[in-house]
């Protein structure tokens, strides 16, 4: 490589940080704010009891299988609005804003409208005990309702990270968080003037905080000049069925991906319901730490998605190639840091919440467990979600995703416990056996560079210089 070359590929490099930065520290923020909120909620509602604490954990599953599924749609959709904005092609990218707006609504309506109506059965599948079926169904009729406001805020927000403009929807995100903690505060415990009501309280202050951050995120888009997102319902209700398929071709398989994960978490968290309703407690405060300190890895994957699919979009594969490289060294590098922070945290964390010292005792060793298991479940995440997706290879993907966890995970969350009758921390680590395999399989199709797909009609660039760096 000539001197030339090698500034050219040193400004490059630079590019390519700068734009991680950019998208990912939102991203990341965003990610913190959220997370932080549930970390927050677990305090809370843990402190009222373990079993109001596995009530919210088992109502929260619903919520969670939503929100993912919505996270295949839009995610499968911005594999091609991010080559979209990569050519400069606004009007195209409003059509598939109103794709988006148009399946958060088809998917929203009847959600709520079976929640609400089956709530003591949904909440029967994860735990037998009385208790904990009445007080998560009186949540669950009560949070069902955000799930409308969510799934509108998440349009906006996907978008804007398509779009790199992320420091207005990540303040919304951060100002309606705060108002969620106060509102907790005041109606679980009964302060601030407000009357006490517990988990109800938890719920109520949940949709209030979804509805001010709804609103907030459309004003911030409508008050704007100009702003890319800022579509007239003509210009999004114009899309083809052409368009419509396309998106639907590339989505379909994340959808599929997306819910199946959830649904396998959810039959997974299940399966540790049946061991007690202190398991429930234990996996719920668990899995929100390690999601606490697995944010990182969000932020890393989001920017990556955008980064590499810009890159395809361009046509310039060989670029999209060096920045995979860049993001697969970060993780391995996020892997080793963050698994130390979750053993060294594990025993303040579990100081906080008032169990009995069995229960506290598992929960450390439950943490240690996920802190092991992060590694080969973070690298199988960054692999497909940041990587192999960027390149629109979704149906890959999809199998991988479908075969591990409901192929894999599922069955063996279930022989642990009711066939081995593990306890719950080595009922965990069998589950993440199927992450050990999967890695082998993700990082095959890595190398093989099949993944490296151009949607738009620009032509490859085979033979790209060094130089022609945007």
């Keep these: 490589m000539s001197k030339v070359e090698q500034i050219n590929l040193n400004e490059e490099n630079r590019i390519f940080y700068r734009k991680m930065m950019r998208i990912g520290i939102p991203v990341l923020i965003q990610q913190i704010i959220s997370i932080g909120l549930n970390l927050v909620d677990t305090i809370m509602v843990g402190k009222v009891s373990e079993n109001a604490l596995a009530a919210v954990g088992a109502a929260n599953q619903v919520y969670f299988i939503f929100s993912v599924v919505l996270f295949g749609i839009f995610s499968g959709a911005a594999v091609h609005s991010v080559q979209y904005w990569g050519i400069g092609d606004v009007k195209s990218l409003r059509k598939i804003l109103g794709i988006d707006y148009l399946m958060c609504v088809v998917l929203a309506l009847p959600t709520v409208v079976l929640v609400y109506a089956l709530a003591p059965q949904v909440i029967g599948l994860f735990s037998d005990e009385g208790e904990v079926v009445l007080l998560g169904a009186k949540y669950l009729r009560i949070a069902c309702f955000s799930y ?117 978490v959810s039959l997974t968290f299940a399966a540790y319901g049946k061991i007690s309703a202190s398991a429930l407690a234990i996996v719920q405060i668990a899995v929100t730490v390690t999601d606490f300190f697995q944010t990182v890895y969000f932020g890393v994957g989001n920017a990556s998605s955008v980064i590499i699919g810009e890159a395809l979009g361009q046509g310039r594969k060989e670029r999209a ?35 009995n010292p069995s229960t506290t005792e598992l929960l450390m060793k439950a943490l240690l467990v996920y802190a092991i298991a992060m590694t080969p479940k973070m690298l199988d995440y960054m692999l497909i979600c940041g990587i192999l997706r960027a390149g629109g290879d979704t149906l890959y993907s999809m199998y991988m995703d479908v075969g591990f966890n409901m192929g894999v995970q599922v069955p063996l969350a279930f022989i642990g416990v009711l066939a081995l009758n593990l306890p719950l921390h080595w009922a965990i680590a069998l589950v993440a056996v199927a992450d050990f395999i999967k890695i082998f399989f993700c990082y095959q199709r890595y190398y093989s560079r099949k993944w490296m797909n151009v949607i738009t009609d620009v032509d490859t660039i085979e033979e790209e210089t060094y130089a022609d760096i945007s």
């Design 321 to 355: 190639w060096r920045y995979s490289r860049h993001i697969m060294k970060i993780t391995w590098g996020l892997n080793l840091a963050m698994t130390l922070c979750i053993i060294l945290i594990r025993k303040p964390v579990a100081l906080i919440y008032d169990f």
């Design 148 to 264: 409308f406001f969510s799934g509108m805020s998440f349009v906006i927000s996907y978008n804007s990270r398509v779009i790199q403009d992320l420091k207005l929807p990540t303040t919304i995100n951060a100002i309606a968080i705060g108002i969620n903690i106060v509102l907790n505060y005041a109606l679980i415990y009964g302060h601030l003037g407000m009357p006490k009501l517990g988990v109800e309280g938890a719920a109520l202050a949940t949709l209030i905080a979804r509805i001010i951050e709804c609103m907030a995120m459309v004003t911030s888009v409508y008050l704007r000049k100009e702003h890319p997102l800022k579509a007239k319902f003509g210009e999004m209700k114009t899309f083809s069925k052409e368009l419509f398929c396309g998106i639907m071709a590339t989505a379909i398989p994340v959808i599929i991906t997306e819910g199946l994960w959830a649904l396998s």
